[in-house]
């Protein structure tokens, strides 16, 4: 059996067995029929104002950036103490450290792996009087640490033979990446799949596999799902949820909400005859939109999503 295919068992069987998160089944039709249209509108490249992007002039350096981006692609849960309640989190970090990769550069493998946290504090602009921002800034060192001494061990500092290793697989691609601590997400492994996704987004390669990702497990999507009706929490789960109470990473009620929302997404898929990864970004960008960001998401401290 493939790894994703291993995913998409294990999320089923968590939804199955659910107790806190219930996947509205009767509501998959008419919601796909309603996502369609926005398939085609859809962007399927990274956004270049928050994205280092240069494929054809800076390969290495656009492969440095979605390597190191997504080594931090994190820290939802910190999120509202750091960047506010409705602002982007991610969009604060990415265009950071696009803005430094078009300023100085790719950041070398080497200084990566000596990364502290007063350089993911002065990278990202958090304030280091901020308790949230330094615990967070933290685990970002830890990540960068991590990325740059495995390009270094393995790679020999060169982050596009990381990607090239893959043979054009993102399947391969997971499997490598979960090889670091921060990166193994079992089951769902985000950060590992949503890579393979945004190398492929930044025309660094075409993964012959890649339509068989699954959606990406974090706080976003089910938190888009249960707005439109597909998902539907438990009163004691939702209610926690709405008052920004910390739901504990790895807690039952974490793992089925990161489930049921990928289960959806590919029953969504199914509908429509699209790849999970697909839908995925269409459920991404409909959460950037106000009425999604002015409702809070599950909140969880985890170096996952």
């Known amino acids: 059996m493939s790894f994703f295919n291993i995913v998409r068992g294990a999320c089923a069987r968590i939804v199955r067995d659910s107790r806190h998160v219930r996947v509205e089944a009767d509501r998959i039709e008419a919601y796909a029929q309603a996502l369609a249209p926005a398939l085609a509108a859809t962007p399927l490249a990274l956004d270049p104002a928050l994205h280092y992007v240069e494929p054809e002039t800076d390969p290495e350096g656009t492969a440095a950036f979605v390597l190191t981006l997504d080594s931090v692609n994190f820290g939802s849960g910190w999120f509202p103490d750091i960047v506010g309640p409705t602002a982007s989190g991610y969009g604060a970090i990415a265009g950071r450290l696009a803005r430094h990769f078009r300023e100085h550069g790719a950041i070398p493998a080497d200084r990566l792996a000596g990364a502290t946290p007063q350089d993911a504090l002065d990278l990202f602009g958090f304030d280091p009087a901020n308790p949230a921002a330094v615990e967070l800034a933290e685990l970002y060192a830890q990540a960068l640490s991590d990325l740059g001494g495995f390009v270094l061990d393995n790679h020999d500092g060169r982050f596009l033979d990381l990607v090239n290793a893959a043979d054009g697989s993102a399947e391969r691609l997971t499997t490598i990446l979960w090889r670091m601590p921060l990166f193994e997400d079992s089951p769902f492994y985000k950060r590992a799949q949503i890579t393979a ?31 439109d009706g597909v998902l539907t929490y438990d009163p004691e789960l939702a209610g ?12 039952r009620e974490e793992t089925e909400l990161r489930a049921a929302a990928v289960h959806a997404v590919e029953l969504l898929a199914a509908a429509l005859n699209t790849p999970a990864v697909l839908i995925d970004r269409v459920l991404w960008h409909r959460g950037q939109q106000p009425e999604y960001r002015a409702k809070p998401r599950h909140r969880t401290k985890t170096a996952y999503y």
């Not at 660094?204 to 707005?227: C, E, K, M, Q, S």
């Not at 926690?240 to 807690?251: A, Q």
């Open 197 to 227: 996704a945004d190398l492929a987004l930044a025309g660094i390669t075409a993964f012959t596999d890649l339509g068989r990702l699954t959606a990406f497990a974090d706080n976003l999507l089910p938190h888009v799902l249960r707005h």
């Open 240 to 251: 926690r949820i709405d008052r920004g109470d910390v739901i504990e990473s790895g807690s």
